[in-house]
């Protein structure tokens, strides 16, 4: 089935420690975008890709890196993660103009100690 | 700029009862607007959308939505709630402000009693 794929499902990390958390897809979609998701703020957009080669900063960027060196896989990394990071993180896709849908992994669930 | 308000964190009905979710948005271009579910421990779905033409869009499980650019709403409506109705909704936008980008509102937890 087509889809998002987000690995892994859910982490619990200590603070201080590197971490990737993976976003691959299959539907050939131009762009592509992590989201986190925290309870009464909803979903905030973290950093986004055009198309391949290319990103771009989101509402809340900080401590986040992203790459984007194909079409199918877009990771966010935490270099060093904090307990304010601990959140549900999703990764979407779409196929690029701003009338297009989002399609959404099952996201990952992150806890920062 | 944009931005998107849902008025109601929280919003519980009878079964059988009217749904209404209420979203104000702002956007400096003309909007496209959408609306998601989101179930249990799952990713969000796409409920409708409002791109360009008729102003009132249908979208999956019965549920409906009117753009009312005066008003700068996009309110969701369903005539009658069913229990499996129960999740959380989020009003999106976006718009041609240089990148592919989508503004949530904080989500609308939907209840539906028995």
């Known amino acids: 089935i087509a889809g998002i794929t987000q690995a892994p499902t859910s982490q619990i990390l200590a603070a201080g420690r590197r971490m990737t958390l993976r976003c691959t897809q299959d539907?050939?979609?131009?762009?592509m975008y992590w989201y986190r998701q925290d309870l009464g703020l909803g979903l905030r957009l973290i950093h986004y890709?055009?198309?391949?080669?290319?990103?771009g900063k989101g509402e809340v960027p900080d401590g986040y890196s992203v790459s984007r060196a194909n079409t199918d896989d877009f990771p966010l990394t935490l270099a060093s993660a904090v307990p304010s990071q601990t959140s549900v993180y999703f990764c979407?896709?779409?196929?690029?103009?701003?009338?297009?849908?989002?399609?959404f992994g099952n996201g990952t669930r992150l806890t920062v100690t | 700029a944009q931005s998107v308000t849902q008025l109601g964190s929280h919003v519980s009905v009878s079964e059988g009862a009217l749904v209404l979710l209420r979203c104000n948005y702002s956007?400096?271009?003309?909007?496209?607007l959408f609306w998601y579910v989101q179930y249990p421990n799952q990713g969000l779905q796409l409920l409708l959308k409002?791109?360009?033409?008729?102003?009132l869009v249908k979208g999956i499980n019965g549920f409906e939505a009117e753009f009312k650019k005066s008003e700068t709403s996009f309110h969701l409506t369903k005539p009658s709630a069913h229990m499996s109705d129960a999740a959380e909704y989020f009003c999106?936008?976006?718009?041609?402000?240089?990148?592919?980008?989508?503004?949530f509102g904080a989500g609308t937890r939907l209840f539906v009693k028995a």
């Open positions: 409002y791109t360009t033409g008729a102003t």
């Open positions: 999106a936008v976006t718009g041609n402000t240089g990148g592919f980008k989508t503004i």
């Open positions: 539907m050939r979609h131009n762009a």
């Open positions: 890709s055009n198309t391949a080669g290319t990103t």
């Open positions: 979407a896709s779409s196929e690029g103009p701003n009338n297009s849908p989002l399609h």
């Open positions: 956007s400096s271009v003309p909007p496209y």
